[in-house]
């Protein structure tokens, strides 16, 4: 993080005391190639699934989704004909 210093505004109504950023957090190239360069790097580290188990895992939570909304419709039309008989 880039260190602040206090800047006197000289302005009245406002406080002397401004943050503004040090001349030494300017934009440099090099930090942003050794960024670059050090994500790389933890990308290549990453253990990505195999075909098989990605579709398999997909088909599960699909599999999940179906049933608990039909579920969830089925609860939401019994609960609505109830409350319907109850307040008619």
Do not use: C, Q
């Not at 290549?44 to 608990?68: F, N, Q």
């Amino acid at each position: 993080m880039a260190s602040k210093k206090a800047v006197k505004t000289g302005k009245p109504g406002k406080s002397d005391k401004e943050i503004a950023p040090e001349e030494s957090s300017k934009f440099e190239i090099s930090k942003i190639k050794e960024f670059i360069r050090e994500v790389k790097n933890e990308f290549e580290k990453i253990a990505w699934p195999d075909k098989k188990h990605t579709v398999g895992t997909s088909a599960v939570v699909v599999l999940l989704v179906m049933m608990i909304s039909f579920y969830l419709g089925a609860v939401d039309l019994i609960l609505g004909k109830l409350i319907g008989l109850v307040i008619k």
